[in-house]
């Protein structure tokens, strides 16, 4: 490859943000005409992240946005003219690329499971490959941060939580975007000033050890903060947290009485069910009953459910590192498969039978009980399959066909919604609180046992008879193929 002046070409498009196979692949379609052979591509992922028992689907905005108006620029097409890899009217062919294929997704914030297509790309080929690596690339961190989130708040149980993790955040667009995420799936508000900006995620915070160090004591640094802020909460663990931080900040809230609305303290250090108690009976003793205790410092779900064993005393969790970075489990392994082309299924075969891929283009039906509301499980039909005319749904086990239950009086709600029909975008991208409470509304229909943070009950994500056949037919079908060739 021919090295260039990298300043030659600006950061002005998407479109190469792939893999260079993609390129590669969409190369040969185009040289041998296969390029606009109608297919139906299916991102989903194999594995529960962090053992919980679903995830909250998010990444749908960022992914319209970046599909509106995508198309080759003059420098993608310079850098590709640049490798000398291509033939020039490959290069035209691109510059006279666009979107038109018809893309299905699950609404952001949707709670989902594995093995069930998170988005469908269903149009050429040529528009399906292009896009695989950019959009796994967002839903599967998007997503990821989303379900810690939504681990975390099942532990909070309604106390504030607020998101602190941009400077150990995996660079700019990770903190910006998990912030975003994070906000779906449960917490509160953000440190981070521009998500508060450009999500309109309320933000929050109070001060770092720099403040106090900047005066070399408690007092001076409490005080001068509280004569600049009306709400405060202090951070009392610079030194030492029962000897000088909570005695000071009790100190100045006194002193300044009503000029200032005392929130709280933040503790940021040492043993924080020990701590949380002292500091809980401190401000009780000198009055301040209603002042809250922030705790902060490399909490999850795991550390705070411990804290709450040991009675610490905590009100408001701000939490970093383990969330932004997904810490237990850094990667969510959506995958995106062909399942049909040319209006035929397709598989791909695996020795392990979950790599197993399900053919065909589908849709899936959130079954809910009439009288409660809540999931039954999801089920995998055909496209052009409805549950909602019958009686009677017999769900069973894909894997185990032998388990199975005849649900009566449900309702089946379509999971994947149209959002580019033709390469046009036909959905109006929801406010992110209206986001937010779809997703809390999608977990409240969730019965508990699928819910626990710890060996959660396995949702049931079923086949149709006519999809569990179709599967069947071609694995045989193929494995015959396979058996003929090798004679
Ligand atoms: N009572 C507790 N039970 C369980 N874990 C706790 C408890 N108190 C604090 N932790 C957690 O233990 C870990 C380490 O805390 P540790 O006391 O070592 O922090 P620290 O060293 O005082 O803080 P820093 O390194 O930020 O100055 C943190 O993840 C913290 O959230
Ligand atoms: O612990 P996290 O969950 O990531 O939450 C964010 C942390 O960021 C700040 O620490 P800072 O960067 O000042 O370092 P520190 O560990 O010395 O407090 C804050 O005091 C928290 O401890
Ligand atoms: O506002 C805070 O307390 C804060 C913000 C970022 C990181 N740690 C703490």
Redesign the pocket.
Known sequence: MKKKDRSMYSDDSLVLHTDAYQINMIYTYWKKGLDQKPVVFEAYFRKMPFNNGYVVYTGLERLVKALQGLHFSADDLAYLASLETYEPDFLTYLKNWHLTATIRSAYEGEVMFNHEPLLQVDGPLVDAQLLETLLLNIINFQTLISTKAARIASVTTGQPLLE?GT?RAQELDAALWGTRAAFIGGFDAT?NVRAGKLFNIPIS????HALVQAYQNDYDAFLAYAQTHHDVVF?VDTFDTLKSGVPTAIRVAKELGDQINFQGV?IDSGDMAYLSKKVRAMLDEAGFQDAKIYA?NDLDENTILNLKIQGAKIDVW?I?TKLITAFDQPALGAVYKMVSIDGQDTIKLSNNVEKISTPGKKQIWRITDKKDGKSEGDYLTTSDDDPRNLETLHMFDPNHPVISKDIQDFKATPILHDIFVDGQLVYDLPDIFTIKEYANNSLNNLWDEYKRILNPETYPVDLSQALYDGKMKLINQIRNQVKEMSK
């Not at 915070?205 to 770092?208: C, D, K, P």
């Open positions: 602190f400077r440190s915070g109070t001060h770092a951070l933040r902060s701000g970093g």
